[in-house]
Structure formats: structure tokens, C-alpha cells
């Protein structure tokens, strides 16, 4: 059945130079995934050994100018310093995506868009109902409503899952937008105190930081400067400052000026700068941070079930297995019913429902506003770290056998994206923009354009 033409096509592959782009974001993702796992592991069997006081003492060991108010603890020099070049990356990243991406076509944008919206909106109200009461729980409502893009695919790679395109498109767009909202959360409800004259004062080199990118200006030494002031100004201000991430990411153009050749004459300066820092962002940044967060002293099997005793650590389980999965499908099933728009590529709403499982595997920016809500090395902070790991795990299972049942369909669908090559090097599944000639298009088939 033919989907009318200008409707949603859910699981649409997009077109060949974005498919190409994101297949070599999400293999440094996946590198930076395995490195997460690996920080997680020794951080867990660090603060569990004999040896847990020295994890303890690493972590909470202080450095930086006290002049300047930045003699911080590693780890929240983890949190507030490492996560900044995180959020800078998933900056640029989201830009790309609504400028130059697929996604600058609204009717491809709402889908996974309102996805991430219901993915974050039914967690937080599944955790405010399982902690209704009066002793603080309720400041923890947004740890659930994160997606960790890179442990998901870590997952994806222990499986060995022939996961096609569309759907991992699908997924790692979800966790941008996820990226956004989870920041602004932040930046509006975890601001304990704002000091207005020094968030004003960071608008000064985060302007002039701005007109220089604007002007294709790459010297390091003029930009690096001017983001770790931008980044200092945050922090004094009060709002926190991974913020000021996002805000440098902004700034960046993402499509060439006409002076510099045009989008014709290659990617632009945010393209640039992601590739030049994903790596960091993946590689060093993410991990470390998993490293700093994730070492919570559980006291055996007894501790274990005296934290998911705590209604906090039940809600962040409930929100990431549960919440995540209500709210992905049932803002797609939305999407559908008031589009008519219909699955593409042998695709369905099982293959939905994995992609909503590994959108609960919540952790880096969960366990950041789990430090946010609750205060970094509190018992009601230690029993969100083993909520997340739990929720997390138990969506990590559940996606591993809904993904595993589907493989041999999308081991189908992988042997036809792999089709040969014609003579420009794009593959015969996808066709070329007739209106643009020499530029990739969509799929044969895909009757949204």
C-alpha cells in the first residue's frame, strides 16, 4: 500500500550523503560506548573492592584556582567541564540535522522529534507518580527522561544486531533532540541561583566567539580561549555549566557562505568542528565522566535491595523501562494517526518498540541530574546511580531480545542497502533529486521526498 504522497514515512531512509554521514558519527559513537562500559565497569568494581576509600578520595580530590571559584572536585570537574564538550558535540550535531540534515524537512523532523518529546514526558510523570509526597523525591522527576546514545550503541555492538540505517537514523536523532531537552531542563530547573551580571558578561566572548566562526575563523588559539571564558562566565553565573556547550555549538555555521563556494564546495565549519571533536567527546570526555558518576558502593545484594527499596530509584527503573517505551510509541502512534503515514521497509511497531527499549538506556545525563537534584555523594544520590544501572540494564536486556527476534528480517533489509555501487558510487537503492542534479536523494520508493 502506497503511503499519500506529502504523508510521514516512519523509518524512511534518508537520503545517501546523510546516511553515509551518521553511518561514521555512529561508529565513533560505538567506540566511545565500549569506552563508556569499560570506565562504568572499573568505576563499579572500584567503589565495591576493599580499595573503595582511595575511589572515593580520587574522586573528591580538589583542584583549580580557589580565586576564581574553580577549585572543584574531579568529579565535578567531570560534570561541568568534560560533559561540556559532550553537549558542544550534540550542539552542532542538532544544528546540522535541522539546517543542512534530513530533518530540515518539517514533515521528517516531527516524527522523531515528537518522539523525543513523549520519551521524556512519560518517564518524568511516571517518577513524579510513584514519588508523590513531601520529602524532595520529586526534584529527581528529570533523571529518567535521558537517552545515552553511546551505551545504547554499545549494546548494539555486543549484539551484533544488523540494525538498518533507518533505524539507527531513527535512534540517534532521538537521542540529539533527547540531548537538547535534557540541557534546557537543566539550564531552567536545576539553576539553584542565577547571578544575572555574570551570564551577561559570558555574552561577551560568546559573541565574539560567534562573529569569528561566522567568519570561517579556525585558529584554535583565538577560539579556544574565548570558549573556556564563555564556559567560566556559565559557571559563575549559576546556570550549570554545560551550557555554555551548546550556546558555542549554536553559533557555528553549518552551511558554507556563498564567499567560501557554497554548500557545493564541501561540509561546513560545524561539520568541521564535530569531526574534530566527537572524538574527544566519545573517546575521553563521556567515559571519564562514567568513571567519576558511576562508582556507587552498592553493599552486596542486601544494599542492593535497600536502594531500589527508595521510591527514587523504583521511579527512575519504572521511568526508563516503562516510561520510555509508553511515551516513544505512543507519540509515534500519534504521529500516525493524525498523518496517516505508514512504516516503510519492512519495518514495524516491534521494530518501534526495540528503538523505544534502547531509548531507556539512560546514563550520562541521567546520572548528571541525579548529582543536579540531589547533591554529589548523598545516599539518596547513590540510590539514583543504582536505579539508572538497573533501569538501564533491564532496557538493555529487553531491547537485546526484541532486536535479536527481528535480526534475520534485518539482516534482509541489510543485504539490500549493500547492494553494488552505480558509477558515482551511491548505491542503487537510492536514487538522485531530480530537481539537483548530481546530488543524492531518497530512496526509490520514499513518497516523502
Not at 58 to 81: I, K
Request: proline share 4%.
Amino acid at each position: 500500500m502506497t503511503t499519500p504522497a506529502g504523508s510521514t514515512r516512519v523509518f524512511a531512509r534518508g537520503s545517501w550523503s546523510e546516511a553515509r554521514r551518521i553511518a561514521d558519527v555512529l561508529r565513533k559513537e560505538t567506540v566511545g560506548g565500549v569506552l563508556l562500559l569499560a570506565g562504568t565497569v572499573v568505576a563499579l568494581v572500584w567503589a565495591n573492592s576493599p580499595w573503595a576509600d582511595s575511589y572515593g578520595a580520587l574522586r573528591d580530590t580538589r583542584v583549580g584556582p580557589a580565586s576564581l571559584h574553580l577549585d572543584l572536585t574531579l568529579g565535578t570537574w567531570a560534570a561541568d567541564g568534560l560533559l561540556a564538550v559532550f553537549f558542544f558535540v550534540a550542539g552542532l550535531e542538532l544544528k546540522r540535522e535541522f539546517v543542512a540534515g534530513d530533518l530540515r524537512d518539517p514533515r521528517r523532523a516531527v516524527l522523531p522529534v515528537a518522539a523525543a518529546v513523549g520519551g521524556m514526558t512519560v518517564p518524568a510523570l511516571l517518577y513524579a507518580l510513584v514519588n508523590l509526597g513531601g520529602d524532595g523525591a520529586l526534584r529527581g522527576w528529570a533523571i529518567p527522561t535521558a537517552t545515552d546514545i553511546a551505551f545504547a550503541l554499545a549494546v548494539l555492538a555486543v549484539i551484533s544486531t544488523h540494525l538498518p540505517s533507518a533505524l539507527r537514523t531513527f535512534l540517534l536523532t532521538l537521542a540529539v533532540v533527547d540531548d537538547l531537552l535534557a540541557i534546557t531542563i537543566i539550564a531552567v530547573f536545576y539553576t539553584s541561583s542565577l547571578a544575572a551580571g555574570w551570564l551577561a558578561l559570558a555574552l561577551v566572548p560568546l559573541a565574539v566567539f560567534g562573529f569569528l566562526v561566522q567568519r570561517r575563523v579556525r585558529s584554535w588559539w583565538l577560539l579556544l580561549p574565548l570558549a573556556v571564558l564563555t564556559w567560566v562566565l556559565v559557571h559563575e553565573s549559576g546556570v550549570h555549566a554545560t551550557v555554555a556547550g551548546v550556546l558555542l555549538a549554536f553559533t557555528v555555521p553549518v552551511v558554507r557562505s556563498e564567499a567560501a563556494g557554497g554548500p557545493e564546495a564541501g561540509p561546513g565549519l560545524a561539520e568541521h568542528l564535530e569531526h574534530r571533536f566527537r572524538p574527544l567527546s566519545a573517546g575521553v570526555a563521556v567515559p571519564l565522566f562514567a568513571f567519576c558518576a558511576a562508582g556507587v558502593t552498592v553493599g552486596g545484594l542486601s544494599g542492593l535491595v535497600e536502594s531500589l527499596g527508595d521510591r527514587v530509584a523504583l521511579g527512575i527503573v519504572a521511568g526508563l523501562v516503562v516510561g520510555k517505551v509508553v511515551g516513544i510509541v505512543g507519540a509515534t502512534w500519534l504521529v500516525t494517526r493524525f498523518t496517516r503515514a505508514e512504516f516503510a521497509d519492512e519495518l514495524g511497531w516491534p521494530d518501534l518498540v526495540g528503538m523505544a527499549l534502547l531509548g531507556g538506556i539512560g546514563f550520562t545525563v541521567s546520572l548528571l541530574i541525579g548529582e543536579l537534584a540531589f547533591g554529589v555523594g548523598t545516599e539518596r544520590d547513590d540510590h539514583v546511580k543504582v536505579g539508572v544501572l538497573v533501569g538501564t540494564v533491564l532496557s538493555a536486556l529487553l531491547a537485546t531480545v526484541v532486536l535479536r527476534l527481528r535480526n534475520r528480517r534485518y539482516r534482509r533489509i541489510e543485504e539490500l542497502e549493500r547492494v553494488d555501487a552505480d558509477a558515482d558510487g551511491i548505491p542503487d537503492v537510492y536514487q538522485r533529486d531530480p530537481d539537483t542534479p548530481g546530488a543524492p536523494g531518497t530512496r526509490r520508493g520514499s513518497a516523502d521526498g
